[in-house]
């Protein structure tokens, strides 16, 4: 084309493209609103796939759902239940079902007959105590209780008791049956093996820590290591208490000529004997010792009143 035909067309084409891109622009603009409007009709998650066409870039947040906390409930053991059965059944008599302890086994237990006890019929027992719980299915105990008499004879039974699936209800669901008690379990060997001197360094640090624990002699505090916090007995329940032996899992604690290096520890066994003013009392102690400047200072002590330091 000649530059005078050129010349002549520019000043017509420029308003026509101007023409065409405005409309193109009103064109986008219109779907954009269009789109915005069908967003706000369908929800929150379209509204924000709409802003992110337009001309203006929005991110829009997806509505904030809750969060389900699942917990799951832990069957509790019925033990006690079935103990306070037992106890009240064993009081009871067919004979008076009015009593407190009638209507206490009756209600723990609705399906369940009370005793027909005869007039020589041996005393009530004397106290009552689950010793095992076992459970056979989903909400299904059989827990065995122990009854102690005063004559020292000692009847076990298997009391058969529901539980609800949140733990929180309990029934006896049948009457209970007298069965043989728990086999005796066989001892592990101990871990204290080594004798310690009784007439040595840690024997006479020891028997001076529990005299003061125990009868209030002195304060304790001089007898612990650095970190070490413990409480004596109060009230004091001895007057008297001396050491009869003392085993350790560690040679170290057999030294009696003199005490190891700082920072050594120990762990023992002591058997002692505290004395009141009614009888003698074979008592036994886990004892653990920790090695300071020539001398044993108890680091720790196996009865959950330690409250810092801890067995090492």
Known sequence: MSPGKQAAASPA??????????????????????????????????????????????????????TTVRTTAVGAD?????????????????????TAQARLAQSLAPDVDLPDPAADA?????????????????GQWAVTVAAQYDDGQVRYFAV????????????????????AGPARAGVPESPYSVTVPTEGGLSSAVEEFLGAY?????????YLAPGVRLSPVSPAPYTAVGVQQVLAVEEAA????????DGTTVHV????????????????????????????????????????????
């Open 13 to 66: 084409a420029a308003p026509m493209a101007a023409g065409v891109e405005l409309e193109r622009m009103r064109r986008h603009v219109r779907l954009s609103r269009l789109a915005l409007l069908g967003a706000i009709a369908t929800g929150p998650v379209a509204l924000g796939v709409a802003v992110l066409s337009g001309p203006t870039t929005v991110v829009a947040a997806p509505a904030a759902k809750p």
């Open 78 to 98: 019925p033990a006690g239940y079935a103990q306070l059965f037992i106890g009240a059944w064993l009081r009871s008599s067919t004979d008076d079902a009015t």
């Open 122 to 138: 041996p005393p009530k027992p004397e106290s009552v105590s689950a010793v095992r719980s076992a459970q056979r299915d989903a």
């Open 160 to 179: 058969p008791v529901a539980a609800d699936s949140s733990g929180d209800s309990f029934t006896v669901t049948g009457a209970p049956g007298v069965v």
């Open 214 to 222: 125990l009868t209030g002699t002195g304060g304790v505090d001089r």
């Open 254 to 261: 057999a030294a009696a000529e003199r005490v190891p290096v």
């Open 269 to 312: 066994l002591v058997q002692v004997e505290a004395r009141d003013g009614a009888a003698r009392w074979p008592l036994a102690y886990e004892i653990g010792l920790r090695a300071r400047s020539g001398r044993w200072e108890v680091a720790s002590l196996q009865s959950g009143a330690v409250q810092s330091g801890g067995r090492s």
